[in-house]
């Protein structure tokens, strides 16, 4: 069976930090790019960071420049979002996908260019 499983989230203060998994089963994603996604209440889905296959990562979310970073471990076949300085704007469902093209993107279309979907992690930042 093919799985994307997102774990790591949680409930954590303001200026706190969380690191998230994504853990791929039935594939590997070593020629895959692999993004990041979130989705907050009565908000529209939004990527934020994206790594491609050869290792390059694409920041797509200013409000998280500097203070998320994104790495994989295809030895894990495992891709992990390091998310520092948590802020309450920051509470979303965090989603991984994965790109067959290797290369990263995020359009409106996200649902469509990319290929597997976690069921996402919850990210409360809150006091």
């Known amino acids: 069976q093919l799985q994307l499983v997102e774990s790591g989230g949680g409930l954590v203060q303001p200026g706190g930090s969380l690191r998230l998994s994504c853990a791929a089963s039935?594939?590997?994603?070593?020629?895959?790019?692999i993004g990041w996604f979130r989705q907050a209440p009565g908000k529209e889905r939004e990527g934020v960071l994206c790594i491609s296959s050869s290792g390059g990562s694409t920041n797509y979310a200013d409000s998280v420049k500097g203070r998320f970073t994104i790495s994989r471990d295809n030895a894990k076949n495992t891709v992990y979002l390091q998310m520092n300085s948590l802020k309450p704007e920051d509470t979303a469902i965090y989603y991984c996908?994965?790109?067959?093209?290797?290369?990263?993107?995020?359009?409106?279309?996200?649902?469509?260019?990319?290929?597997?979907w976690g069921q996402g992690t919850q990210v409360t930042v809150s006091s």
């Open positions: 996908a994965v790109r067959r093209t290797g290369v990263c993107a995020m359009t409106s279309r996200s649902a469509l260019i990319y290929d597997y």
């Open positions: 039935g594939f590997t994603l070593d020629y895959y790019a």
